[in-house]
C-alpha cells in the first residue's frame, strides 16, 4: 500500500487543522493506522492510531483535542486537531500495518512497514 499525506499548513495557536492520509492499493480495511509525528531535533513519537474495528488510542499530549479517524470506502484516514499549540508543530506521518488482529492499536513505529512523506504543520504562537 503507498500512503499519501496532506492537510497540513500554517496555523495560529488555539486554531484547528485536518490532516488526510489517503491509501492506494486494494483492502484499506486490513490496515491498522496511525499517525505519528517528529518535531525538529525529536524523535518520531505516536499521536493517534486507529484499529481495524474502530478502536482508538491517543497520546497523553494530543488526548480530548485530537481525532482520528477512517472512512474505508474512500480508504482514507483523518486526523482532526484542534485547539493547537506550538508543541504540536512538527511533520505528521500517516503509517499502516497489516500485521495487527481487529481490535488492537498499534502504538510503536517499529511495528508499521508502511509509512507516508509526511506533511508539516506549523504552529505560531
Known amino acids: 500500500v503507498q500512503l499519501q499525506a496532506s492537510g497540513g499548513g500554517l496555523v495560529q495557536a488555539g486554531g484547528s487543522l485536518r490532516l488526510s492520509c489517503v491509501a492506494s492499493g486494494p483492502s484499506f480495511s486490513r490496515f491498522t493506522m496511525g499517525w505519528f509525528r517528529q518535531a525538529p531535533g525529536k524523535e518520531r513519537e505516536f499521536v493517534a492510531g486507529i484499529s481495524r474495528s474502530g478502536s482508538t488510542e491517543y497520546a497523553d499530549s494530543v488526548n480530548n483535542r485530537f481525532t482520528i479517524s477512517r472512512d474505508n470506502a474512500k480508504k482514507t484516514m483523518y486526523l482532526q486537531m484542534n485547539n493547537l499549540s506550538p508543541e504540536d508543530t512538527a511533520v505528521y506521518y500517516c503509517?499502516?500495518?497489516?500485521?495487527?488482529?481487529?481490535?488492537?492499536?498499534?502504538?510503536?513505529?517499529?511495528?508499521?512497514?508502511?509509512w507516508g512523506q509526511g506533511t508539516l504543520v506549523t504552529v505560531s504562537s
Open positions: 503509517a499502516a500495518t497489516s500485521r495487527a488482529i481487529l481490535t488492537v492499536v498499534v502504538l510503536h513505529t517499529l511495528n508499521y512497514e508502511y
